[in-house]
């Protein structure tokens, strides 16, 4: 942390370095990066070459981690859907981590200038030239306002706008070129859902909205911490929040296991009661997302991918659960349908079956256990391949929208339970959450919150 400088611009990145950050720049190298993929993949199918897709993959996990913007975000979201991508691809693009190249200090002066405006720096007492966090759509400043109070500033990189519709473009030629090569997935849904997500993320106003949602949904609940917005050093490119002071959830190596629990139980809830009381989900729940007190509470940083759900979608999802328990065949045929999943023949409900039990999986089970406890010797990213061959075989699978962010969510959660090796009930967990649901009651409370 630094005494805010006196105004001045003296630019400081290289031309290839601005050419990078800029959208004709990004276009040249992402379409350079996946039109070597579609070349490669035409050759390999039609004139029978043999390719080396895994060095591929690892270029283009190398070429998205230096680029900001959401073809990263989007990659590890498609990478958790089996047969969205490529199987080497998804081994090398899950790794990509939310953490990117910062933008300098002449860039930063420049975007909270238009921000602002010319006088910004009289605005805090302090404000920190070296990003504390990147991510893929903006990085995090520390600052401290006039009165004294510590803040977190979150500042959206240059013409995102620009670079989301080009990014996303590209992407569906990519799903496109894909699809016609492999027929295990139908794209076209889950891109929608993903254009859209990301769209919504641009908007930091969106993003303070959903804030005070979260807000009123911890409501007495002093184990969970959400920050506080500050309006009038907020735009719609840059949210002005508290800082809450914590650990990375990652930061647990010298934990004893009986605090690994209690982390993985209130995350459990911080995760659980927004979707089964209120139909609300936290899309992007990876470990950079929260941080941890002394006392074991829970800081929620992101609040960017939030979805709202029907409470009828949220019924079907608790009818697959049911239905999972009693392995009643037609209860699981009649809750995919309640999902939007069409066309359903024997052979797709078996291979459906094997990654819904998968998912659900920890929470089948009464008793104390580890979220991976029946496949220590097989990586979740291995069942997904064999999953991926399968939908294959079968003729592939047009997954609804919904199916996107639940999905991501639950591989999602998974991990950061895996991290934290916790031991833990989670079927008396999730019983407890979704006791008495009804969809009556959760469509009054999201139309309170103004949700619906």
């Known amino acids: 942390m630094v005494k805010v400088p006196p105004p001045h611009d003296s630019g400081g990145e290289d ?14 190298k992402m379409s350079s990066a996946l039109g070597g993929s579609a070349a490669r993949w035409a050759s390999s199918k039609y004139l029978g070459t043999e390719i080396d897709t895994l060095l591929h993959a690892k270029n283009l996990k190398a070429l998205l981690g230096g680029l900001k913007g959401p073809l990263m975000k989007a990659a590890q979201l ?61 990085q995090v400043h520390q600052a401290t306002s006039i009165s004294g109070e510590a803040l977190a500033l979150k500042l959206q990189y240059p013409d ?26 139908q794209t076209d849904l889950v891109f929608e859902e993903l254009k859209e997500r990301l769209m919504e ?3 930091y106003t969106r993003e303070a909205q959903h804030i005070a949602l979260y807000e009123k949904i911890f409501d007495g609940i002093n184990w969970v ?20 002071e914590g650990r990375p959830l990652k930061e647990i190596e010298n934990l004893p296991q ?3 629990n209690c982390l993985a139980e209130r995350m459990f809830t911080v995760w659980y009661k927004p979707l089964y009381h209120y139909g609300i989900v936290h899309g992007d729940p990876h470990l950079g997302n929260y941080t941890f007190t002394s006392q074991d509470e829970i800081n929620l940083l992101d609040f960017g991918c939030i979805r709202v759900f029907d409470p009828q979608f949220i019924q079907g999802v608790l009818d697959l659960y049911r239905a999972l328990q009693r392995n009643d065949r037609d209860a699981l045929v009649a809750a995919y349908e309640g999902w939007g999943f069409k066309n359903l023949s024997k052979d797709l409900i078996d291979v459906l079956n094997q990654w819904a039990a998968f998912l659900y999986d920890p929470l089948l089970e009464d008793k104390v256990r580890t979220i991976h406890a029946h496949h220590e010797g097989k990586k979740g990213q291995d069942i997904a391949s064999e999953i991926h061959r399968k939908l294959h075989e079968v003729g592939g699978v047009r997954p609804p929208r919904e199916f996107v962010m639940m999905d991501r969510a639950a591989v999602g959660m998974g991990a950061v339970f895996m991290h934290l090796n916790a031991q833990c009930n989670w079927h008396r967990l999730f019983e407890t959450l979704i006791e008495g649901y009804d969809p009556v009651t959760i469509k009054q409370r999201q139309t309170e919150l103004g949700v619906s």
């Open 15 to 28: 031309f290839e370095e601005a050419l990078s950050k800029s959208p004709l720049g990004r276009f040249f």
């Open 78 to 138: 498609l990478s958790t859907i089996p047969g969205a991508l490529p199987d080497e691809y998804v081994q090398e693009l899950s790794e990509l981590q939310s953490q990117a190249p910062p933008m300098g200090w002449p860039f930063v002066r420049r975007r909270m200038r238009i921000e602002l405006g010319p006088d910004w720096q009289s605005k805090f007492k302090e404000f920190s030239k070296d990003a504390q966090a990147a991510a893929s759509l903006g």
């Open 160 to 185: 995102m706008d620009t670079v989301v519709t080009s990014d996303l473009s590209q992407l569906k030629m990519f799903l496109r070129l894909y699809e016609t090569m492999n027929k295990s997935i």
């Open 201 to 203: 993320e641009l908007d």
């Open 225 to 244: 911490h959400v920050p506080k917005t500050f309006p009038d050093l907020s735009t719609k490119r840059l949210l002005t929040m508290s800082w809450l």
């Open 258 to 260: 009986e605090r690994r």
